[in-house]
């Protein structure tokens, strides 16, 4: 018995030109791989671009911790991207008012409403975040994923917030692409999941993050991308390891058409 659609399908059921070009480029490269590539140095993430490139959908980067970042970054990184056919995910995590983050989206140093494909927000301060949000990333194409649940140890995240962030996204299709969560919220098939929290085998850090595999987080949770930081980006062979890591998610989905 067939489970989920494939991401063909879903590509063709999506409004927004961006998640259809996700799901595209999952088809396509046969990935549903995200890698975080939270280094300090540009030149690194640049390295480790390249490295994972091929076996990736979405490079999720921090650029706030990058002490070397420079106008010229984001050009280099986009032009990896187009290389190897991946978006780029800007995990900042907005959390303000909507005239603030308008601001953090497009001024300051990072300008990120310039070169990021996808952003996050928490949906906490109400729909004003989205709103102000929306003011700068529609007329770019961008979209937003609605941080519903963390992967973190304790988190105060209320059993009924993932609910009431659903709801949410479905009065901002126009912008809305998707969620972060360790569950899929709802069946539309419209909406991707990105769950982090991931490692070939399930574990801890010291300072509150948990793991779930691959196939966990696939087949029992309704993740559709999964994301992995530590888990390449420390490993021997980082390049290896990323394609050990889309092989799981890819043979976890393809279990389940
Ligand atoms: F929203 C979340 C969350 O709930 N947990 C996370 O770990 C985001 N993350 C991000 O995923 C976090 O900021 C890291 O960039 C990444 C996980 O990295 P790891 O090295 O695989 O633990």
């Not at 259809?20 to 046969?30: L, T, V, W």
């Not at 991707?192 to 691959?214: A, C, M, R, W």
Request: charge should be negative.
């Amino acid at each position: 018995e067939r489970k989920i659609l494939s991401f063909k399908e879903r590509a063709s059921l999506c409004q927004h030109p961006l998640t259809k070009r996700i799901f595209g480029i999952m088809e396509e490269k046969k990935t549903n791989l995200c890698v975080a590539a939270d280094v300090t140095f540009c030149a690194k993430l640049l390295e480790i671009a390249e490295t994972v490139g091929p076996h990736i959908c979405v490079l999720k980067i921090h650029a706030d911790i990058l002490e070397d970042f420079n106008s010229e970054f984001p050009e280099k990184l986009k032009d990896v991207a187009k290389k190897h056919n991946f978006v780029i995910f800007e995990d900042r995590k907005f959390a303000d008012i909507g005239h603030t983050v308008y601001m953090q989206y497009t001024k300051g140093i990072h300008t990120i409403v310039e070169w990021a494909d996808i952003i996050d927000c928490h949906p906490l301060p109400g729909p004003g975040i989205l709103e102000g949000l929306k003011q700068a990333g529609i007329k770019k194409g961008r979209g937003c994923l609605l941080i519903a649940q963390m992967s973190t140890k304790g988190n105060l995240v209320p059993a009924n917030y993932p609910e009431a962030t659903a709801h949410f996204a479905d009065h901002h299709r126009d912008f809305v692409i998707g969620f972060i969560g360790q569950s899929r919220l709802i069946p539309d098939p419209t909406f991707i999941n990105f769950t982090p929290g991931i490692k070939l085998e399930e574990s801890s850090d010291s300072l509150g993050q948990q793991y779930v595999t691959p196939q966990e987080a696939i087949q029992n949770r309704g993740a559709d991308v999964i994301i992995v930081g530590r888990g390449i980006t420390d490993a021997n062979d980082p390049q290896a390891t990323a394609a050990e890591y889309k092989k799981a998610g890819f043979d976890a989905y393809s279990q389940l058409l």
